[in-house]
């Protein structure tokens, strides 16, 4: 299978909030490069992404908000703060207007929503790059015929049309939906497979009938994002119905994951194409996951996804350092 990847990824390294104090990142640089070397090491052949369609990511999400991710750094620096990571301290929750303040700080806080991402020197580039990632992947799966995987650091799902948080800055799944919706894909379908909701995606297109979209996830009533995931989302207006959430109580079994994964597919049999966001943190050895998959079971579920017969990319999400992390990825598109 094709393998598009970059190294760009590496220059974003930063600390997060994590249960009440600062860590080093759970999303670090050492997880694309345990999946990469395991890549490598089962014969797969890798390329670089072509250079970022910035109009495809002005679809996607606002363009006050790209142009935020591409300047904070600088203007944090500008405005005086030494401190190493950028991020905001204080979110427009209830009661408070939701308006765009000048300061990079409030900036931060109105365009994000969770203290465990902040902004490096070297974020924006491996940002663009993931996202340039997501997009090649969508054009060499469409010109070549047969799946493509990127490999992209950061991951996406979280990202909403304006909003960073949970490790994510542009939406990746999304980027690749929406260029293939742009290549003449008349239905796109989007399988979330990470074991956090993909809370962005599901934003960016709740409202469309075009992108469907389903999300096997650990229930947000016990994890992250807590505020979004539920079965009774189903989407908005015209896109009533175009979403399915199907959560799953922490410690689900293996039987369960799968019985999500057959309802969630009769969803998508009449789509055109379909992006999968291909989280392995369902591992049972996942240090921010409690579900029990097995790295078989990665092959069953890559085996039960390719019966749907269409074009497929492949794009990464969540999945953090462990032994098996690079196996898991193998083990999945080795069998699709």
């Known amino acids: 299978m094709l393998i598009i990847a970059s190294d760009d990824h590496r220059g974003h390294r930063y600390r997060e909030l994590h249960n009440g104090e600062m860590v080093d990142g759970f999303e670090r640089p050492e997880r694309a490069d345990i ?44 405005a005086g703060h030494t401190a190493p990571a950028a991020m905001g301290f204080m979110w427009p929750t209830r009661g408070f207007r939701d308006r765009e303040p000048a300061d990079i700080v409030g900036l931060l806080g109105r365009h994000s929503f969770s203290a465990d991402t902040s902004i490096v020197p070297g974020t924006w580039a491996a940002v663009a790059s993931s996202a340039a990632i997501a997009m090649t992947a969508a054009d ?31 939406n990746n799944a999304a980027v690749a939906a929406q260029r293939l919706r742009d290549r ?30 389903v999300s096997i996830h650990a229930d947000p009533t016990e994890e ?42 009769e969803r998508l049999d009449s789509v055109d194409a379909l992006v999968v966001s291909l989280g392995v943190d369902t591992f049972e050895g996942d240090p921010l996951g409690t579900f029990s998959l097995t790295t078989d079971d990665y092959g069953r579920m890559a085996s039960e996804i390719a019966a749907l017969g269409v074009p497929t990319v492949l794009v990464q999400e ?14 999945f598109l080795g069998h699709h």
């Open 318 to 331: 969540g999945g953090y350092e462990s032994d098996d992390l690079g196996r898991n990825v193998v083990t």
């Open 140 to 170: 060499r799966t469409i010109d070549d015929g047969a799946t493509a995987y990127g490999l992209c650091r950061p991951p996406g799902h979280h990202a909403g049309r304006d909003r960073f948080g949970g490790y994510c800055f542009v």
């Open 35 to 78: 999946i990469a070397s395991a890549l490598r090491a089962a014969g797969h052949e890798f390329a670089g992404p072509d250079a970022v369609d910035r109009e495809l990511l002005g679809r996607v999400h606002t363009i006050g908000y790209i142009e935020l991710l591409e300047s904070a750094w600088d203007r944090w620096v500008a």
């Open 224 to 265: 992250f994002p807590w505020f979004a995931g539920f079965a009774d989302e189903r989407g908005v207006g015209e896109g009533e119905g175009a979403n399915l959430n199907l959560p799953l109580p922490r410690g689900a079994s293996r039987s369960a994951w799968f019985d999500a994964l057959s309802t969630g597919l």
């Open 184 to 213: 003449g894909i008349e239905r796109v379908g989007v399988l979330d497979v990470d074991y956090h909701h993909g809370n962005g995606t599901q934003e960016i297109f709740e409202s469309r009938r075009d992108v469907v979209c």
